[in-house]
């Protein structure tokens, strides 16, 4: 699994020419549009509770392979991939919840 979860991020970091840091900026911002597009307002909470537990899978799987190969794990490269991944969709569901402009329609 993990050797897949490797296999599927190197496609993706070759085929759009992004760093997987970008990545997972891009991932969690694209996720939490889409939710928004599909439930407008419903359920953000959940959507945030989702991005993070994704993101939080994704980093064991990392660690996982890491372990696997014999390297010694980088806490401050998981924690921030974590945090790449939840803080703008955080950030635009707090926007949006105290924005004057989303509230008058």
């Known amino acids: 699994m ?3 979860n490797q ?3 190197s496609l993706i970091e ?3 020419f992004l760093s997987r840091d970008v990545l997972h900026v891009y991932g969690g ?3 939490y549009l889409v939710w928004t597009w599909m439930f407008r307002k419903k359920k953000q909470i959940l959507c945030l509770l989702i991005i993070f537990s994704m993101a939080l899978i994704n ?3 990392d660690i ?3 372990l696997k190969r014999g390297n010694e794990i980088n806490w401050e490269e998981n ?3 974590v945090f790449n991944t939840v803080f703008l969709p955080v950030v635009i569901f707090v ?3 105290v924005s004057p402009y989303t509230s008058a329609r």
């Open 2 to 4: 993990e050797e897949l």
């Open 7 to 9: 296999n599927i991020k």
């Open 14 to 16: 070759n085929f759009t």
């Open 29 to 31: 911002v694209l996720f």
């Open 59 to 61: 980093e064991a799987l």
């Open 64 to 66: 996982s392979y890491t």
């Open 79 to 81: 924690i921030a991939d």
């Open 95 to 97: 926007f949006l919840r």
